[in-house]
């Protein structure tokens, strides 16, 4: 189940679960969507991958205690802040190419 972490792994602005600024690669390490288009470039700094938007979901119990009361997001804080001048080195022969062909 997708984890809803609480922050931005760099900056650690809160992202909580109705965010529609959260962003996440496909082994969720979630960042907000500035660092992801300002610092990161859409180019994971653990997995080299891309990000889409992170999914919310549902705040009420909607269907089959699917929803946020029975399945809670994460508290768990992952703050590691990325040096931004060794991400871009190491995102230099990634970014131009599509997430999809990487
Ligand atoms: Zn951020
Ligand atoms: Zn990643």
């Given at each position: 189940m997708?984890?809803?972490r609480p922050t931005c792994e760099h900056c650690n602005k809160a992202l909580p679960p109705a965010?529609?600024?959260a962003r996440i690669c496909s082994y969720e390490?979630?960042?907000c969507a500035a660092c992801v288009d300002e610092v990161l470039?859409?180019?994971c700094p653990n997995c080299g991958g891309g990000f889409v938007p992170r999914p919310v979901r549902p705040s009420r119990n909607w269907k089959g205690d699917n929803y946020l009361g029975h399945d809670p997001a994460s508290t768990r804080v992952r703050h590691k802040p990325v040096d931004p001048d060794?991400?871009?080195r190491f995102a230099a022969g990634i970014r131009a190419?599509?997430?999809e062909q990487r």
């Open positions: 997708l984890e809803l965010s529609t600024e390490c979630t960042f470039g859409n180019v060794a991400h871009a190419i599509p997430p």
